[in-house]
Nanobody
Framework: QVQLVESGGGLVQAGGSLRLSCGAS????????MGWFRQVPGKEREFVAS????????VYADSVKGRFTISGDNAKNTVTLQMNSLKPEDAGVYYC????????????WGQGTQVTVSS
């Protein structure tokens, strides 16, 4: 099992920046890929960005391309999401997740951190 803890959420004005961090512990050597997802009340959780644990490959949702950057430091067992030019529609609870194989699902999730963007 892998345990994940997010931090860095908060309130920011539109156009501002926030940096989210996710710390991983446990069987981190099993991690294949880490992802960030977000959810707002009444909507399904949506994919934001992901990165392979060795940092070689990143994927972004179209809605955040050019504004968000995901990075990882597997020596420190952390993944970071730098969010710039934030929009009100970026608000929600952001979750960090781990996938333990190239073919598997994201089966390990953090508790989430709230991001609020004021217009």
């Amino acid at each position: 099992q892998v345990q994940l803890v997010e931090s860095g959420g908060g309130l920011v004005q539109a156009g501002g920046s926030l940096r989210l961090s996710c710390g991983a512990s446990g069987r981190t050597f099993n991690i294949y890929r880490m992802g960030w997802f977000r959810q707002v009340p009444g909507k399904e959780r949506e994919f934001v960005a992901s990165i392979t644990w060795n940092g070689g490959s990143t994927v972004y949702a179209d809605s955040v391309k050019g504004r968000f950057t995901i990075s990882g430091d597997n020596a420190k067992n952390t993944v970071t999401l730098q969010m710039n030019s934030l929009k009100p529609e970026d608000a929600g609870v952001y979750y960090c997740a781990a996938r333990l194989s190239s073919m598997g699902q994201y089966g390990n999730w953090g508790q989430g951190t709230q991001v609020t963007v004021s217009s």
